[in-house]
């Protein structure tokens, strides 16, 4: 069982930064593709962005392409979500996710664990 805790989360005013953590309780984490996902309310959770378990390969959803970076570094079982230039429409709660060997592309369906989530406000 692995154990994921996302931090970082909170108020930002449009235009602003956040970057967001996800700690993993396992040290198989590298074996993990990681990704984040956000549900807002009243819509289905959707993939914001996502790295592979071997590295290298990143994917992210259109709307936040440009402005958001998704990093890990597996000798801290941590994977970050770097926000920028930040949007009303990104508020949401943000879930840190993994896949055991998955690919940059997650989804609902394959995710294998979640973290309990973290809320992202952005004022206009």
């Known amino acids: 069982q692995v154990q994921l805790t996302e931090s970082g989360g909170g108020l930002s005013q449009a235009g602003g930064s956040l970057r967001l953590s996800c700690a993993a309780s396992?040290?198989?984490?590298?074996?993990?593709?990681m990704a984040w996902f956000r549900q807002a309310p009243g819509k289905e959770r959707e993939f914001v962005a996502g790295?592979?378990?071997?590295?290298?390969?990143?994917a992210y959803a259109d709307s936040v392409k440009g402005r958001f970076t998704i990093s890990r570094d597996n000798t801290k079982n941590t994977v970050y979500l770097q926000m920028n230039s930040l949007k009303p429409e990104d508020t949401a709660v943000y879930y840190c996710a993994a896949e055991r060997r998955g690919g940059a592309v997650v989804t609902v369906r394959s995710v294998d664990y979640w973290g309990q989530g973290t809320q992202v406000t952005v004022s206009s």
């Open positions: 790295i592979a378990w071997t590295g290298g390969y990143n």
């Open positions: 396992d040290r198989t984490f590298g074996y993990y593709a």
